[in-house]
C-alpha cells in the first residue's frame, strides 16, 4: 500500500519522499519497474517470502548482527558512550547481504534467471555475486575501471563466486558510470535479467524496496538498545554515499523525535578543493539514475565527478529519501575529509581490534566529533557498516605499511 | 520556420515517409556541428535533431556517448545548442532538441523552452522523461509553441502507449527496440508491432528509431512508419572520417541513400 510520502512511511503513487524520488528512465524500463513493485508489493505481504528472507538472514547472513560497546575508542570522544552496529560480521561482510538476499528471492519471483548489478568498493558486487550463487543465478557485475584497480580483492571475489565482472570505461571509470552501463544492460535484456540495484537511489520503486531490505539494521539496533542501556541512543550515526546503511539504521528510529539522526559524506580532499561527494552537504536538486534528489551538478545540469577515498562513497548522487529528511530537518548531514576517516579507521582498529570499512570509517569519526558536542552522558549508535579487508590496499597506501 | 506538422503533411502527400536525422551539439566540434547537419539537410534529411551532450546519457550506446563526451569536452553548453539549433533551423529543416530532462531541468523549464523557441527550434524529445514527470514541460512547452516528443517501447503496454501519445504534439517515437541507440544489422521485427499499436491511439505521426543504419533499413521502416530516425549510423561515419570535410561527404552519402530509401 503506497503512503503518503511522509517520514518513515511509504512513498506515494509515484515513488515520491516529498519532492523527492520518482522515475526518470526511459519508457521501455517502466513496464520493468512495475513489474518489479507488483511482485514486491505481494511478497513483502506473502508470509512464505517473509519466511524465507528471514530465514535466510538468520541462517546465512548471520543474523542478527551484535551491538559492541566500544569504551577505549570512544575515550576519544569526550566519554560519550559509542555502540557500534557490527554489519561487518555479516557474511560476505557488510550490511549489502540484507538487500541482496531480498532481491534474489524477488528475482525469482520475477521468473528471471539472471541478475545484473554495480558496484562501487565492491561490496555489493561481492554480495550479489553471493546471493547469486546460492539461488542459481547468472550474475553479471558492473565496476568502473577505477574502482576494479583499487578494489582488487572484491574483483577477485566476485570471480571466484562465478559472477562476470565488466569493468566500465566511460566517464569517471566510478559507481556512477556502472550504474549507467547497467541501466543499458537491463533495458536490453529485461525479458530476462533483474537489475538488483545496490542502494536506496535510483527510480521507484528501488529507494523503497531496497530501504524495505535494509531496515532490519535498525529494527535489530532499536531492541538490542533498549536491551542492552535501557533506553534509546541519543543519536545515530552513518555513513551515506548512495545511502543504504545509513537509511536501514535510521528508518526504525525516525519516529523517535528525541534520537538525533547523523549522516556523514565524503569531504574527500576537502570541500574547497572540489574533490569530494558532498552530494547533500554541498549538491543542488536534480535528476540522476532515474531519480530526483540531490546531485553534484554544474550549473547547468551536467554532473560534476565525485571524490572519496573510499569507493562504497565516491558517488555524486543520493537516496530521495535521504534529501527528503534532510530538507525536513529530521536527519542532518555532515562532511568527514578522506584523512578524518582515515584517522578514526586507524584508531578503531588500535583500539578495539576491528578494522571497518573507510566507508563506516566516515560515520566513526563523525561520531567521534558528535560525542565531544554532546558530552559524556550521550549514548551514540554507529552503523559499522562493514569491515575493512577489501580496503586494505587503500589503507597500505595510505599508511604506507 | 518549419514546424513537424508541415513536413508531415508534405511527406504524407509524397506518399513517403519522413527522414529524421540526429547530431549532438558540438560535434565533430562547435560551428561544425551546423555544417554536418546542414550536409543531412542538403541530402533529403526532413528533421534534425540536436542531442544536448549529457554527462549521464544512460539510452545511449557506445557510439553516441563517444561523440557526446568529445562534445562535453570541446565545452559546449546550453549556449551552443541554442546557436547550433538556430544555424540548422536556418537551413530550412524542422529542428528538435533532443536532451535528457536533468539539464532542462537545471536551465529552467519555462526558460528553456523560451530559448528553444527563440532560436527557431521546433520541439523537444526527452527520453527519460515519463508522462507522469512530464507536465511541468508539456506546460512550459505549449506557452513557447513547441511541440513536446516521447517515446514508446515494445515492452509499453496499451496503457503505457496512451498515456505516452497523450504528451506527445508533433509526433510519437518508437523506439524499435529493448536497447540502447546504435546502428543494428537488421531492424528489429517489434517495431511494426509497436507502430501499429501506437496508431490506434493517436493521430498522429508515429517515427521508428534505434537501430537504422542504411538507405535498405530505411526504406523497410518506411513502408509502416511516418518517419524514419537516425543518429549513430551518422556519428559513426563523422568518428570513421579522416576530417570534417570527408565525414560531411560521408553523411551525405549515407542520408543520400537514407532519403531514397524513405521514398521508395
Not at chain 1, 557488510?94 to 525469482?108: D, F, M
Not at chain 1, 582488487?152 to 566517464?171: F, Q, S
Not at chain 2, 565533430?28 to 542531442?51: H, M, N, Q, T
Amino acid at each position: 500500500m503506497a503512503g503518503n510520502g511522509a517520514h518513515g512511511d511509504d512513498p506515494d503513487v509515484h515513488g515520491k519522499f516529498g519532492i523527492f524520488g520518482g522515475r526518470f528512465v526511459p519508457e521501455a524500463l517502466i513496464p520493468a519497474l512495475d513489474e518489479v513493485a507488483a511482485v514486491y508489493e505481494k511478497a513483502k505481504n506473502d508470509a512464505e517470502f517473509i519466511r524465507e528472507f528471514d530465514h535466510l538472514l538468520r541462517t546465512y547472513a548471520g543474523r542478527p548482527t551484535t551491538l559492541t560497546d566500544v569504551p577505549r575508542f570512544s575515550e576519544q570522544a569526550g566519554g560519550a558512550r559509542i555502540i557500534l552496529k557490527r554489519e561487518d560480521l555479516t557474511h560476505t561482510g557488510a550490511h549489502k547481504i540484507n538487500n541482496v538476499l531480498g532481491q534474489a528471492l524477488l528475482t525469482k519471483r520475477l521468473g528471471k534467471k539472471r541478475v545484473i548489478a554495480e558496484t562501487g568498493a565492491g561490496q555489493h558486487g561481492v554480495a550479489t555475486a553471493t546471493a547469486a550463487a546460492l539461488l542459481g543465478l547468472e550474475c553479471v557485475i558492473y565496476m568502473g575501471a577505477v574502482d576494479c584497480e583499487r578494489q582488487a580483492l572484491n574483483v577477485a571475489r566476485m570471480k571466484l563466486l562465478g559472477a562476470k565482472v565488466i569493468p566500465v570505461t566511460n566517464g569517471s571509470q566510478t559507481l556512477k558510470d556502472a550504474i549507467n552501463e547497467a541501466f543499458r544492460d537491463w533495458v536490453t535484456n529485461v525479458d530476462t535479467t533483474h537489475y538488483l540495484f545496490g542502494t536506496v537511489a535510483g527510480p521507484h520503486p528501488f529507494p523503497e524496496i531496497v530501504r524495505d531490505f535494509a531496515r532490519i539494521i535498525g529494527v535489530e539496533a532499536r531492541r538490542q538498545m533498549l536491551e542492552l542501556t535501557g533506553g534509546l541512543p541519543d543519536a545515530v550515526c552513518a555513513a551515506v554515499g548512495g545511502g543504504s546503511n545509513a537509511i536501514g539504521i535510521f528508518h526504525a528510529f525516525i519516529g523517535d523525535e528525541g534520537v538525533q539522526l547523523h549522516g556523514y559524506e565524503a569531504a574527500g580532499r576537502g570541500l574547497e578543493t572540489g574533490e569530494h561527494a558532498l552530494t547533500l552537504t554541498s549538491g543542488s536538486v536534480g535528476v540522476l539514475h532515474g531519480s530526483r534528489t540531490y546531485v553534484l551538478q554544474d550549473d547547468e545540469g551536467q554532473t560534476i565527478e565525485s571524490h572519496s577515498i573510499s569507493a562504497g562513497l565516491d558517488y555524486p548522487g543520493v537516496g530521495p529519501e535521504h534529501a527528503w529528511l534532510k530538507d525536513s530537518g529530521r536527519a542532518t548531514y555532515h562532511g568527514v575529509t578522506d584523512d578524518e576517516a582515515m584517522a578514526a579507521f586507524s584508531l578503531l582498529a588500535r583500539t578495539e581490534g576491528i578494522i571497518p570499512a573507510i566507508e563506516s570509517s566516515h560515520a566513526l569519526a563523525g561520531a567521534l566529533e558528535l560525542g565531544r558536542e554532546l558530552g559524556p552522558e550521550a549514548t551514540i549508535l554507529v552503523n559499522l557498516s562493514g569491515r575493512g579487508d577489501k580496503d586494505m590496499g587503500t589503507a597500505m597506501k595510505y599508511f604506507n605499511l | 520556420m518549419t514546424t513537424l506538422q508541415t513536413v508531415f503533411a508534405k511527406a504524407k502527400a509524397d506518399n513517403r515517409a519522413a527522414l529524421v536525422g540526429y547530431l549532438p551539439a558540438g560535434f565533430p566540434s562547435k560551428g561544425g556541428d551546423v555544417a554536418a547537419a546542414a550536409a543531412l539537410v542538403e541530402a533529403g534529411c526532413d528533421v534534425i535533431e540536436i542531442g544536448l551532450p549529457y554527462s549521464d546519457p544512460l539510452m545511449d550506446g557506445p557510439t553516441i556517448q563517444d561523440a557526446v563526451h568529445r562534445s562535453l569536452t570541446n565545452g559546449t553548453r546550453i549556449a551552443d545548442v541554442l546557436r547550433t539549433v538556430e544555424g540548422v533551423a536556418a537551413t530550412g529543416a524542422a529542428t528538435l532538441v533532443m536532451t535528457y530532462w536533468n539539464p532542462i531541468d537545471k536551465y529552467g523549464a519555462e526558460r528553456f523552452a523560451r530559448d528553444l523557441a527563440n532560436a527557431g527550434g521546433v520541439g523537444t524529445i526527452t527520453p527519460d522523461l515519463t508522462p507522469e514527470e512530464s507536465e511541468p514541460w508539456r506546460a512550459a512547452s505549449a506557452g513557447a509553441g513547441i511541440d513536446t516528443v516521447f517515446l514508446v517501447a515494445p515492452s509499453s503496454t496499451e496503457q503505457r502507449i496512451k498515456a505516452v501519445v497523450d504528451c506527445c504534439t508533433g509526433f510519437v517515437y518508437a523506439a524499435s527496440l529493448m536497447g540502447v541507440t546504435g546502428a543494428r544489422e537488421s531492424v528489429n521485427s517489434a517495431a511494426e508491432g509497436l507502430v501499429q499499436r501506437t496508431r490506434a491511439h493517436t493521430d498522429l505521426p508515429v517515427c521508428v528509431g534505434l537501430g537504422v543504419g542504411t538507405g535498405a533499413q530505411a526504406a523497410e521502416v518506411a513502408a509502416y512508419a511516418d518517419g524514419v530516425i537516425v543518429g549513430s549510423a551518422f556519428i559513426r561515419r563523422i568518428l570513421d572520417a579522416p576530417d570534417e570535410a570527408a565525414g560531411r561527404a560521408s553523411i551525405g552519402q549515407l542520408a543520400g541513400d537514407m532519403a531514397q530509401g524513405v521514398r521508395r
